[in-house]
């Protein structure tokens, strides 16, 4: 290879696509390009990422190397090492790559980017998740924003708005790393029992599939969607989150193209609640940058002090959907099937596991961050704290969701019940939010024996939610 060219690494990470993608766009302005993606167990520690966010990773960079035409170049690691050898075989004049968040991230990509500017290699770094860097929206008093409606309102939407998305760029100067013999299976992303299964029935992770989902929630979600996004079996979710995660759509182009719908008659308030959920999206990134600490650490240090209780059995029960409520066992059962959960489902079962059962967030996130295929660190350590009330911008303590309620507003007709509990399917609706309540002669007609088809209540609501508010009580005295 001419020692002449000007070569560069581009670094692919959670920006798995080609279309609007900064970084990328801007290395193939060079002579060659080696396109790369490493796989880093190496500094990711307990942040190391779950199975089922594994199974999508695998599929969406096979996806990204066709698009690639085969040019990608795979690799597993520590990055810093694995750049330091492609570095000095290639004679490679720059490494460019988009930032991502992750307090670990961060802390890695600061020590790569120093090593090789001290090698005068060129560095650069773009926004391909965001659609403001967290250090560009913060108070008149440069502090950060703790409360989601100001943050979005006066912060983001008072500020420059979010560029356009980018044209696909030309890929002709990209060049593969012909000595490395990694292929895909080598990173091992995919479990030896086939689990995943079910879950290739309902996702196509990748570039054109991310596409896809967004195309299909504008033409058949976005109508309706501020109230109908409640809805669990409503076609009002854009499902779009894990597409997000890794990059296979950008903010932008989700942002832009859902503006182009504002002609729509009666469109208004559910475009601007739309776009105000990428902007919690924000909110959560913005948190993690600011409060480096959130993944583990309570914002509010008052919850230092909460008495939460250890009890293995009804976190085992919560998990595998075994709780005796209906709503929330349809969730989990969801989770496990599916790798995802219908938003509203997520704080009911959130709720329920912090504030009834008063297990400790933690294991609600880390239960999350394992099964959820959008397993994401700032929107599920945001998201978990604000059910827990111990986040910026909680929930009031008091708020506790009753599954029942929920379940009746919610999934009236027991649709997304018996979608997820088929042993459920014949009883009564009447009864579908609490079968213990059903006359024996009605659970006989409905081939349901509770505690052997379905299961008894875990804990009764009432009482637990005494329980809960006493609990809280105590941390509001010591504060």
């Not at 599929?59 to 690691?77: A, C, F, I, P, V």
Request: hydrophobic share 35%; with cysteine.
């Amino acid at each position: 290879m001419n020692t002449n060219e000007n070569i560069v690494i581009f670094w692919f990470r959670q920006d798995l696509r080609i279309i609007d993608n900064p970084g990328l766009s801007k290395s193939l302005t060079s002579d060659k390009v080696l396109p790369i993606y490493i796989l880093d167990d190496t500094n990711s520690n307990d942040c190391a990422m779950g199975a089922a966010s594994r199974w999508w990773l695998h599929n969406s960079l096979r996806e990204l190397n066709k698009n690639l035409d085969n040019k990608l170049s795979l690799y597993k690691g520590d990055p810093s090492e694995i750049l330091e050898s492609l570095s000095s075989r290639f004679n490679i004049k720059g490494i460019f790559w988009n930032r991502c968040y992750e307090p670990w991230r961060i802390e890695r990509d600061k020590r790569i980017k120093s090593k090789f500017i001290e090698k005068n290699i060129i560095v650069e770094t773009f926004n391909s998740a965001l659609l403001w860097e967290p250090w560009e929206i913060l108070k008149s008093d440069n502090t950060p924003y703790k409360v989601f409606t100001p943050y979005y309102r006066k912060g983001c939407l008072m500020s420059e708005p979010p560029r356009e998305p980018l044209s696909a760029p030309n890929l002709n100067t990209l060049f593969e790393d012909e000595e490395n013999i990694l292929q895909l299976d080598d990173l091992n992303l995919l479990p030896r029992i086939k689990w995943y299964k079910e879950m290739e029935k309902h996702w196509e992770p990748g570039e054109k599939g991310a596409h896809k989902k967004l195309e299909s929630f504008l033409s058949d979600g976005l109508l309706g969607y501020k109230e109908g996004r409640n809805f669990p079996s409503k076609k009002n979710v854009s499902q779009l989150s894990a597409h997000m995660h890794y990059g296979e759509i950008s903010p932008n182009q989700v942002w832009h193209r859902a503006k182009l719908k504002k002609e729509i008659f009666g469109i208004e308030k559910d475009l601007d609640h739309f776009l105000s959920e990428l902007g919690w999206r924000e909110f959560s990134y913005n948190l993690l940058f600011h409060f480096p600490e959130l993944p583990r650490e309570n914002l509010q240090k008052k919850f230092d002090n909460f008495p939460w209780i250890e009890n293995e059995i009804s976190f085992d029960k919560w998990k595998k959907g075994l709780t005796g409520y209906p709503i929330v066992d349809a969730g989990m059962r969801e989770l496990w099937q599916t790798g995802y959960m219908h938003n509203r489902v997520r704080m009911i079962v959130g709720s329920f596991l912090v504030k009834n059962l008063l297990l400790h967030w933690h294991k609600g996130e880390e239960w999350f961050w394992d099964c959820l295929i959008d397993a994401d660190l700032a929107s599920n350590s945001a998201s978990w704290q604000w059910v827990a009330g111990s986040g910026a911008d909680a929930a009031p303590y008091f708020r506790i969701f009753n599954p029942i309620l929920q379940g009746k507003r919610f999934d009236p007709d027991g649709t997304y019940i018996k979608k997820f509990i088929p042993e459920l399917e014949q009883l009564p609706n009447k009864y579908i939010f609490s079968p213990w309540e059903a006359p024996i002669e009605v659970l006989s007609e409905a081939n349901i024996e509770l505690g052997s088809d379905y299961p008894e209540p875990i804990v009764e609501l009432t009482k637990s939610r005494d329980r809960a508010l006493e609990a809280f009580s105590t941390i509001r005295i010591k504060a």
